[in-house]
């Protein structure tokens, strides 16, 4: 089974500044996804960003950008020029791509306060 | 993009009566949706996976008795919560597979569940 692990339970930052959270998971798979999803206090989960396991490229969006490293097993998340919505609860998120059921399995995420 | 409608938003019911909870996928077909309980300040527990026209797939130490899923159409799945209970209380969240694109899904907004 897979495992999700979010090692920072809260982080702040200063708005325009940078940040990084951290993710690290434990898989057997070759073939699988990974996603960071953002869940402000509306509660709507929103996805921000994600990888294929088999590219080396990180992905990149905007002011969102992640550090993959497949044989260490991580997923950091990095956040450049935080604005103030980006106060969330972030979760980091792995996905099987090479069986049928399509199943997340979450870490259970870093809260983020982006101060002004 | 894919837009998922969850309904209602909150719900406040009585112990011992039924709750059922709507997700519908607006403009895609979504063979896939899955159905995740969320407590405060906690990650995301996938509950279980239902698949238009067959039986849902339920996790682990879920009733499937108590939480009954129906995903009678590619648009429609449902979750009722049977003879609650306040411990039935929670953050339930529903997802649907569009397999056009990216294949973690896309969420609802969620139905805060009081049991009184």
């Known amino acids: 089974a897979q495992t999700v692990t979010q090692s920072q339970p809260e982080m702040s930052v200063q708005e325009a500044e940078t940040v990084t959270l951290s993710c690290t998971y434990d898989?057997?798979?070759?073939?699988?996804?990974l996603f960071w999803y953002k869940q402000p206090p509306s509660r709507q989960m929103i996805l921000v960003i994600r990888?294929?396991?088999?590219?080396?490229q990180n992905a990149t969006e905007n002011r969102f950008s992640v550090n993959f490293q497949k044989a260490a097993k991580s997923f950091s998340l990095k956040i450049s020029d935080s604005q103030l919505g980006d106060t969330a609860m972030y979760f980091c998120?792995?996905?099987?791509?090479?069986?049928?059921?399509?199943?997340?399995?979450f870490g259970k995420g870093t809260l983020l306060t982006v101060n002004p | 993009g894919a837009v998922v409608s969850q309904h209602p938003s909150r719900v406040i019911c009585k112990s011992g009566t039924s709750v059922k909870i709507e997700c519908r996928s607006l403009?895609?077909?979504?063979?896939?949706m899955f159905w995740y309980r969320q407590f405060p300040k906690q990650s995301l527990m996938l509950m279980a996976t239902?698949?238009?026209?067959?039986?849902?797939?339920?996790e682990q130490g879920v009733e499937k008795d108590k939480f009954l899923i129906n995903h009678a159409s590619l648009t429609l799945s449902t979750l009722t919560v049977t003879s609650a209970h306040p411990e039935d209380s929670s953050f339930y969240i529903c997802?649907?597979?569009?397999?056009?694109?990216?294949?973690?899904?896309?969420f609802g907004s969620g139905t805060r569940l009081t049991v009184v």
């Open positions: 997802s649907a597979r569009d397999r056009r694109t990216v294949p973690s899904g896309t």
């Open positions: 990888q294929e396991a088999y590219k080396q």
């Open positions: 998120a792995f996905m099987n791509s090479g069986g049928s059921n399509y199943k997340l399995t």
């Open positions: 403009d895609f077909q979504a063979t896939t």
């Open positions: 898989t057997s798979e070759s073939n699988y996804y």
């Open positions: 239902s698949n238009e026209g067959s039986k849902a797939t339920y």
